[in-house]
Structures are given as structure tokens and as C-alpha cells.
């Protein structure tokens, strides 16, 4: 199934050379968000704020066909 994901701030850098901001990834029925970020190569240790169709989620999240999945590194500041 395919799945939209985009990748912001830091994360970014994880983005596929060939894609742009974001991109389409074709993944396995009843994958997870947490399955996404270990094939891309993102930092396990990080805590991440992801989004899937513009509803909180987490790594846990099961995904569907066409979803949406954002997903940005903490966010820190004053």
C-alpha cells in the first residue's frame, strides 16, 4: 500500500535523494509508523512528534492505504 510521508526540520536529511519535500513510500498492509522510521533511518533515541492525516499518532500508529504521515523531531525554544 502506499502511504504519503514528509519529514521536517532535522529529519529532513533522512529524506530519499530522488524525492522531494514529500514523498510516497510503498509499504506492507498493517505496518506501523515505527516501521517507516526504522526503514528510513531515522534516530531510534529521538522522540519524534508524529502526525498521521493531521491527527496526533505514535510509532504504534497502524497506517491505511493514502495516509498521511508527518513526522518532526522535538521541538525546543523560549
Do not use: C, Q, Y
Not at 529521538?46 to 491505511?64: A, E, M, P, Q, R
Amino acid at each position: 500500500m502506499k502511504v504519503e510521508v514528509k519529514l521536517f526540520a532535522g529529519f529532513r536529511k533522512h529524506i530519499p535523494k530522488e524525492a522531494g519535500n514529500s514523498f510516497v513510500m510503498d509499504v506492507p498492509h498493517g505496518s506501523t509508523v515505527g516501521d517507516i522510521v526504522a526503514s528510513l533511518g531515522l534516530p531510534v533515541n529521538v522522540k519524534k512528534i508524529i502526525f498521521v492525516n493531521g491527527v496526533h499518532g505514535d510509532s504504534k500508529t497502524h497506517l491505511k492505504s493514502n495516509d498521511r504521515v508527518g513526522i518532526f523531531p522535538p521541538v525546543a525554544g523560549g
